[in-house]
């Protein structure tokens, strides 16, 4: 049996929710009711603290491949002291909800909810995820409106109690840039109308992503895999894997006053915590080569390449981790090389993956081509 959920009591006596209960969408208020409740169940969520730091150690095999790199962590120290916190972040990879929760309780700062796609609650990790880390399950893409109301009366009402981390895109980039981002959850912390909420925007950028020759492949996300498939999928790609983790928190946007009613308020807002997420994105050697590889080139006409390349990004004033086009060559072509995605040979460099490189390009895409108007 399941403890008493209080964020849960809270949620069915809200006004919108109590309306919608009555009857509604062409449902009786049985059926209504019956719906609710089970969203509900679904959604209930328990963080243990005391168990959180355990998880380094069963995806220790894993982990210790990375290495965690917090930048600006003081941002985002400051924000929690004041009162409750949102954090929107890109999304690279799986290795993001484990990544970027301990980042921040390296920094010594309190462990948010996460919100993460359901699928990523099956089998073992989703008891991890249910009953330790505190993930809130999301179901994307979900039209049903009994779904929609509970999950934004859940949200507004969590924010009064915890933290909340999700990710505006959705989920993974499978094509390597950074997506348009979705308002859903966003609004819903709106509309928790809590004094003094803050949202940090914050980028997490690798050196190499884990499942890069995966999502590279599909380049639009088809169909959802099981869960346990795609952990299959990442302890294969982790041989001989290492990488750096950068994750960037920049400076906490006031939500104050920001009415969740107004839908053009709300996508201004949307496109501007998409906009800060992008600037921090910390540049890594193997994106900028990526971003100046061509089929075929020597070292010299790389060079003068990737020199473009990081003239752009400056003009941008670009997160960058490097400073010249040697230091890029001398970084990248490595772990590009031992991950078979380039082939240096006698000094010119050949492309073996074009479209895993395609995939580290365009997560500069939004650095290096002027913003759509669409977007």
Do not use: C, W
């Not at 679904?42 to 982990?63: K, N, S, V």
């Amino acid at each position: 049996m399941t403890r008493p959920d209080t964020i849960a009591e809270a949620v069915l006596a809200r006004e919108d929710v109590a309306r919608f209960l009555e009857g509604s969408h062409g449902l009786s208020s049985a059926a209504a009711r019956t719906k609710v409740l089970a969203y509900l169940d679904e959604l209930q969520t328990t963080q243990r603290y005391e168990l959180y730091r355990a998880l380094e150690y069963p995806l220790y095999p894993i982990l210790r491949k990375i290495e965690r790199v917090g930048e600006h962590q003081q941002l985002a120290v400051d924000a929690v002291k004041k009162g409750r916190v949102v954090y929107a972040s890109n999304h690279r990879s799986h290795i993001d909800y484990l990544v970027e929760p301990l980042v921040l309780d390296d920094a010594g700062i309190r462990p948010p909810i996460i919100a993460a796609g359901i699928n990523l609650f099956g089998g073992p990790l989703g008891l991890i995820h249910k009953h330790v880390t505190g993930a809130l399950p999301i179901r994307r893409n979900m039209k049903d409106p009994a779904y929609l109301i509970t999950l934004k009366a859940y949200v507004s009402e969590l924010l009064h109690k915890h933290d909340l981390f999700f990710y505006p895109e959705g989920g993974r980039s499978y094509s390597g840039e950074l997506k348009p981002a979705k308002s859903g959850l966003l609004n819903a912390a709106l509309d928790a109308r809590v004094p003094g909420l803050k949202l940090v925007p914050v980028a997490v950028a690798y050196d190499l992503v884990l499942e890069d020759h995966v999502i590279a492949k599909q380049k639009v996300k088809r169909s959802q895999k099981a869960f346990s498939r795609e952990i299959a999928e990442l302890v294969r790609y982790a041989v001989g894997y290492r990488s750096r983790a950068f994750v960037t928190f920049g400076k906490p946007i006031s939500l104050d006053g920001i009415d969740p009613e107004s839908k053009k308020t709300v996508m201004d807002l949307t496109r501007h915590v998409r906009s800060e997420i992008g600037k921090q994105y910390k540049v890594l050697p193997t994106a900028v080569l990526a971003a100046a590889m061509k089929p075929s080139a020597t070292r010299a006409e790389l060079k003068g390449r990737v020199e473009g390349v990081l003239e752009t990004l400056r003009s941008v004033n670009a997160n960058l981790s490097v400073s010249s086009a040697e230091e890029v060559l001398d970084a990248a072509t490595e772990p590009l090389a031992t991950r078979n995605i380039i082939v240096v040979e006698h000094g010119r460099y050949r492309v073996r993956e074009r479209n895993v490189l395609r995939y580290y390009a365009r997560s500069l895409s939004h650095l290096l081509s002027p913003p759509s108007s669409t977007h």
